[in-house]
């Protein structure tokens, strides 16, 4: 129920990782227009070989000039909850490294 709006330029590398710098990217509040979040600047490096093994490593993330607007209603609800419902499961790890420059 949200929107992912992409207005700059998108840059794809495919090896030796697969990495896309999106430019500015904006995210839709849920059934809505209205912005929820935005960046300036937006890029995302992935391990190529694990993809192969259907495993999703993320080598570095860079975000640039994020905007988010987080609202709590009355009756305890956030405009944000929606974005984190799992169906089942799931797990994952964060190990930092190093900047990607």
């Keep these: 129920g949200r929107t992912l709006s992409l207005s700059g330029d998108i840059a794809l590398q495919l090896f ?3 990495a896309g710098d999106l430019g ?3 995210l839709s509040e849920r059934d809505g227009s ?3 979040a935005s960046v300036e600047r937006l890029k995302l490096v992935l391990a ?3 993809l192969l093994r259907r ?3 993320i080598n570095g993330i860079e975000i640039e ?3 988010v607007n987080l609202v709590r209603y009355p ?3 956030t405009n944000f909850e929606d974005l984190f ?3 089942e499961p799931s797990s994952f790890t964060v190990a930092i490294e190093r900047p990607l420059r």
């Design 48 to 50: 190529l070989w694990p």
């Design 24 to 26: 500015r990217a904006a």
């Design 34 to 36: 209205a912005r929820f």
């Design 55 to 57: 495993e999703i490593v």
């Design 75 to 77: 009756d305890g609800r």
């Design 85 to 87: 419902a799992e169906s």
């Design 16 to 18: 030796p990782r697969l």
């Design 65 to 67: 000039g994020l905007g």
